[in-house]
């Protein structure tokens, strides 16, 4: 008998896990036990209770308002009913978690497999305890996803704050708000609080801008229309120093600028004092490894614990997938990682050589509420570079393209990295109307390694994804012309 133990089995690691060890349960070479356990109550996971899909839900009330709003060929601004947001969002993330746990149940049904709704804990090394059960697997993976990361600010402990799970319950908004946070959550819920929820809202950002791994334009970008369509003010090259509570229920917080606060001029940090009614934290996540017992065995968290096999380095035969490995803490990631831990303890029990998993970068940020998503495929400028890879990079504006005016938003830019030698593309980034759809499609040619001159040449009715077709006619035009300077020559034909 082959016993593995998963824990955290509602989330989309452990269910991913878990599909996959009883799909390939005949490839082992004795009879598979799998014990699912979870205490969630509902069971669903952090995407679907409180993460990437109840946001959706409610910052498509935002986009709608601010299309609207935003278009002066229409008359009036239609006004956001919060209770009905929340609403509706309550009503899809019952049905989702619904859908997840009845699958967690069916897979229990199986004569193989048991779900154990309690508590997992660590009391030795691969033995855990939940509830009355002591229970010692061959094989363990934790899945038990992320919890806020909390900054260790001094008075951080005194004063109340709202976390993005705590904004998508929100009805009622205070007046005044300060954000600390402006990775991928505030990005998403800043413009929500100050669309719908009518807050006037200043947001704390260390660096010159957002998305500082890209090229300073998309960032730069980002800023312009939170500033100028969102009305939010972002203090940039900002710290924060202390929070404290105010008589009026408020906050208060002490923050350190470098310069201005809109941009370094070489003079020395001064300190702003902020005031708001609410302070919202959006400072990201870590992984959820708190209460898991993990000090009873050999395990210790720390900088390279997890192995590309996501095996840990300290016991080979215990798995972390998901969140809770601090990689890269996203939904389709999770559920790649799990399937990819499945099938290393396949493989490890049948002694064959494990496999690492690669992951492509496949990113979506749903910034501007959605109007103005940033995607991001494969390679940046930067990661190319800093790989030596012999690459080039063409960029478009939206603004090119007639389409995004007729569309009433014409700002954005794309990017698209491309290998010099035989036309592969490496990479696509995409800041504007629509990339958010056109992500697919692109990471179809970054992973099949397609040549940028086989992508199909066909005209069709105009949308937006023009703004793909010029990317790839600079970049078969670069290409030509690098190629011919080396003395290659045509060698397809480049007509588009």
Known sequence: ???????????????????????????FDEPLEVTLLDDGEPGGGLCILRGCMPSKDVLSAGQHRYQARHDDRLEGVPEADPEA????????????ADHRTSHVHDLAERESVEFVHETARF??????????????????VIATGSVLDVPDLPGIDEVGFDSSADVLDT?????????????YIGLELAPYLSEVGGVDLTVVEHD????????????ETILERYRDQFDIEVLTNTDEKRVEPIDDGGVRLVVEQDGDGDESDGSDPRERTLE?????????????LDGLGLERTRLEPEDGWIESTMQTTADERVFVVGD????????????????????????????????????????VIFSGLGVYPFARIGHTPATAAESGMNAFVVTRKASSDGVFATKNHPEGRATLIVDAENGRVLGFQGLHLHADVMAKTMQVLVEMKVDVR??????????????????LREACDELEGRQRCVGIGDSRDMAL
């Open 123 to 140: 009391v030795d090394d691969r033995v855990l305890e939940a509830g009355n059960r002591r229970i010692e697997p061959d094989y363990v």
């Open 1 to 27: 008998m082959v016993h593995v133990a998963i824990v955290g089995a509602y989330g989309s690691a452990g269910v991913a896990v878990a599909d996959e060890l009883v799909a390939r349960s005949e490839e």
């Open 276 to 288: 708001a009614d609410r302070l919202y934290c959006f400072t990201g996540r870590r992984p959820n």
């Open 208 to 219: 010159d801008h957002p998305l500082d791994e890209m090229e300073s334009e998309y960032g």
């Open 454 to 471: 086989e992508v199909p040449k066909r005209a069709y009715h105009p949308t937006t994804p023009e703004i793909l077709d010029g990317l």
């Open 171 to 183: 009805t009622t908004f205070p007046d005044s708000g300060i954000v600390m946070g402006f990775g």
């Open 85 to 96: 947001v929340v609403a509706r969002k309550d009503e899809h993330v019952s049905e989702f």
């Open 324 to 363: 809770a490995n601090g990689r890269e803490p996203i939904l389709h990631v999770a559920k790649e990682q799990g399937f990819a831990a499945a099938e290393n303890i396949v493989r490890r029990h049948r002694g064959e050589d494990l496999e690492p998993y690669v992951n492509v970068p496949h990113h």
